[in-house]
């Protein structure tokens, strides 16, 4: 009885430590936000992780606002991501910003089209060379005060 617990314990630790793997598949993550809550003339911030097993993910992500109680602020584009260097088993870190506002240029603004806040979510797809499309990951729940 005592060695089939110790073997059981053993098995979980093995399978509790798995390396990092890898797909053909890009696989996006999303890791974080600086802010929930973004008021006018600040930036917000969305941090993701892209691994891709070959490292051919093209220069674009795909993004789209989905606003739950202002329809007029949904947007969707492709944002351009910083070119590095593609190599087997890549693993690369992604920041994508939006502005609440116009002031703060060289930032693509996100400020609410009604007259009050604007609650949203942002989702987050990638693609590769061979047209392998990542799941979509999804932010929290953003608060976009109105102007």
Do not use: H, W
Request: include cysteine; proline fraction near 4%.
């Amino acid at each position: 009885m005592r060695n089939t617990i110790l073997i059981a314990l053993v098995c979980f630790v093995f399978l509790g430590c798995k390396k990092d793997t890898y797909s053909t598949t890009p696989q996006l993550t999303y890791k974080s936000v600086n802010t929930t809550r973004l008021f006018p003339g600040q930036v917000i911030k969305f941090n993701l992780t892209v691994t891709d097993a070959e490292g051919d993910v093209i220069d674009t992500m795909y993004v789209q606002k989905v606003s739950l109680n202002c329809p007029a602020s949904n947007f969707s584009e492709r944002v351009p991501i910083p070119k590095f260097i593609t190599n087997s088993n890549l693993k690369a870190d992604i920041l994508v910003s939006y502005s609440n506002g116009i002031n703060n240029p060289g930032y693509t603004t996100i400020a609410s089209r009604c007259s009050y806040d604007d609650s949203c979510y942002f989702r987050f797809m990638i693609k590769d060379r061979a047209n392998n499309k990542s799941d979509t990951v999804r932010s929290e729940t953003i608060v976009v005060v109105s102007n």
